[in-house]
């Protein structure tokens, strides 16, 4: 691993000073209304299809933007259309040099000798604010949480080819959730041996200031409390204060054509549907890695990605990462015909820290690798089709398979662990930038996990190797023995508004209580044993315990105000919850009937949510 670090680092070197035109290669946030914006475009034909690597580069986005303003496509879209589009071609357009408030930085360049190339730095601060409201019927308590984020960057570029991206982020947060209970991570009444121990975990509630699944923890490693900074702790449950560090140093080559990486950002890989991955999605935390996208043909491209993950702090800074020393390695393939049929292949592993030459290879099946190595490790394979007819939509389905046993019930064996999901994007032509989004999510027991195994480079240790990084999955962002049911629509009918309408039914198998159902939690594992024949192994979704079932109903919007480094937003909706159970015991390994149940274990709940919040000098 170290050996791939070092070479990428030497050929950045080496590249960063050849002479062409000045542009800018650090990436565009997930989090900006870019990516919906583009998306549409593909959607609508206005522009040759974009990869299914994200993020993408200020520098793919500025030539996205233009093709679509300067080509034939300019006949498509409307006048508000196209004043968005001009806008975020400004916004990622080469800087004034000198103080720009309107940006809150300070940008200065200067010539590499008589080349056109430039070296520039860009000094600049931004801060992220937003207040956050629960209330719910079981409880006399008002809920009340906090983000607030100040960010100081430094940012420019190395030549033509390089950008680099550096900031230091630091917070305050509140984020309150409840206890709600015990879970077995294999299950009750489990007996193994030295190295397939069942533990008994501590399962809490969701944010109880944001929808069901939809927070995203910002800090990095642990939060910090104001009466003993040298305690660390796992959650903000009262104010406490948090760092992130964002970087990045980024290449192109080629005229974008071969991408290179070096940094600790957020991901989002598949050519579906935008936020929608099930094999690295951008709700999972970032992590250091190196990474390369080669798109050689329109037809075809090759992303690689090695890095290190980060553990979760459950039991202090150094009991938590003894047992959590990983690497995590993806390849994905793309293949496309011209805008009307995408099709990927993932290839993915999460293995204890070493330099694992065919993991880091992206030439090599790390799936069938690990069969000349060992089974040590997490594999996982994952398939996206996309197919889209411009001027109408698309459609796709995704499948991520952790493990299966094609010889076995494919339906109720708990063994057969993956997710798949089936949806469309549909445009709508009568608003700007507008659209529909129906999506259907099945993620089986035990999907996202793994047994914690003695590892022959770790001696007794039992390592954790889950599909998760910082305790959160690196794959879709409802727990496993989940499903959901999407629909969304969202439009910008004004140069500076977003608006979105989103319903969810999201179902889950109970991590906690008396029939709680195994493999529903990410911290879950499957008996090595008796998997095709021990009753307890068998699933049927709805019918073998307790289940939560969320209706979750919101809307939201974002309002960029003009002539101001200020962005408003916010969101406000309902969620109403309750438990379905069964009459016969958790795990029975038989399909039961069930009911709506309403118990001090399982209860019935209505809640409000609202949050409301503003961003100066937005990024």
């Not at 030549?159 to 991570?185: C, I, N, Q, W």
């Not at 939809?214 to 449950?237: A, H």
């Not at 999605?281 to 190196?290: K, L, S, V, Y």
């Not at 702090?313 to 047992?323: A, E, F, V």
Request: aromatic share 16%.
């Amino acid at each position: 691993m170290k050996l791939k670090f070092l070479t990428a680092f030497i050929c950045l070197s080496i590249f960063f000073s050849l002479p062409l035109f000045a542009q800018t290669h650090s990436s565009v946030s997930l989090e900006s209304q870019v990516y919906y914006i583009l998306e549409q475009a593909e959607i609508r034909g206005l522009c040759l299809p974009l990869s299914g690597v994200r993020p993408y580069t200020q520098s793919v986005v500025i030539t996205a933007i233009n093709e679509i303003l300067f080509s034939n496509s300019v006949k498509k879209i409307n006048k508000t259309e196209r004043e968005i589009l001009e806008q975020y071609l400004a916004k990622f357009s080469k800087p004034k040099t000198g103080l720009n408030l309107s940006r809150g930085a300070w940008y200065n360049e200067a010539k590499i000798g008589k080349s056109d190339a430039v070296i520039s730095a860009n000094l600049g601060v931004s801060a992220d604010i937003e207040g956050s409201a629960g209330k719910n019927n079981s409880s006399e308590n008002d809920f009340f949480g906090t983000e607030l984020w100040i960010q100081v960057y430094l940012n420019g570029d190395l030549g033509s080819h390089v950008s680099y991206d550096l900031a230091f982020e630091g917070g305050l947060v509140k984020a309150p959730r409840e206890f709600l209970g015990k879970y077995h991570t294999y299950y009750e009444n489990f007996s193994g041996d030295d190295e397939f121990k069942d533990e008994e975990i501590d399962v809490y509630s969701e944010p109880l200031t944001h929808f069901p699944y939809s927070y995203k923890k910002r800090w990095d490693g642990s939060i910090f409390f104001f009466k003993s900074l040298s305690i660390y702790e796992s959650w903000p449950t009262g104010l406490a204060g948090g760092y992130n560090l964002p970087a990045e140093l980024t290449a192109s080559f080629l005229g974008n054509k071969l991408i290179m990486r070096m940094g600790r950002i957020s991901h989002d890989w598949a050519s579906t549907s935008f936020g929608s991955s099930l094999a690295f999605n951008q709700m999972a935390r970032p992590f250091a890695g190196i990474e390369a996208e080669f798109n050689p043909v329109s037809w075809f491209g090759i992303a690689s990605l090695t890095g290190i993950l980060e553990y979760s702090n459950l039991n202090g800074i150094k009991d938590s990462s003894l047992t959590f020393q990983n690497a995590f390695s993806v390849t994905m393939f793309q293949f496309r015909y011209k805008n009307y049929l995408f099709l990927d292949f993932v290839d993915a592993v999460v293995y204890p820290k070493r330099i694992e030459l065919g993991y880091i290879s992206p030439i090599i099946n790390s799936f069938f690798y690990q069969n000349n190595i060992g089974d040590f490790d997490n594999m996982a394979v994952t398939m996206n089709l996309k197919a889209q007819y411009p001027g109408l939509g698309n459609v796709w389905f995704s499948f991520f398979m952790d493990e299966m046993n094609f010889t076995s019930n494919l339906l109720t064996l708990d063994r057969q662990m993956f997710a798949m999901q089936a949806g469309m994007n549909l445009w709508l032509p009568f608003l700007s930038f507008s659209s529909i989004k129906l999506s259907y999510t099945k993620v089986s027991p035990y999907a996202y996990t793994h047994n914690r195994n003695k590892n022959p480079w770790y001696g007794d240790l039992r390592m954790e190797t889950a599909y998760v990084n910082n305790g959160v999955s690196l794959g879709y962002y409802i727990p496993p023995n989940s499903d959901e049911i999407l629909a969304r629509f969202q439009t910008m009918p004004v140069k500076n508004v977003n608006i979105h309408f989103q319903y969810q039914l999201i179902r889950h198998g109970a991590d906690f209580g008396q029939h709680a159902v195994d493999g529903s939690n990410l911290r879950s594992e499957l008996d090595p044993d008796g998997r095709d024949t021990n009753k307890v192994l068998k699933r049927y979704f709805l019918h073998d315990g307790a289940y939560q079932w969320n209706h979750i109903v919101k809307v939201g919007a974002q309002w960029n105000l003009t002539g101001l480094p200020v962005s408003l937003f916010g969101e406000t909706g309902v969620v109403i919850s309750y438990f379905t159970d069964t009459k016969e015991p958790a795990n029975s390994g038989k399909k039961n009937p069930y009911s709506i149940v309403n118990t001090p274990e399982y209860r019935k709940l209505s809640s409000f949510i609202l949050t409301i919040g503003f961003r100066i000098f937005p990024r």
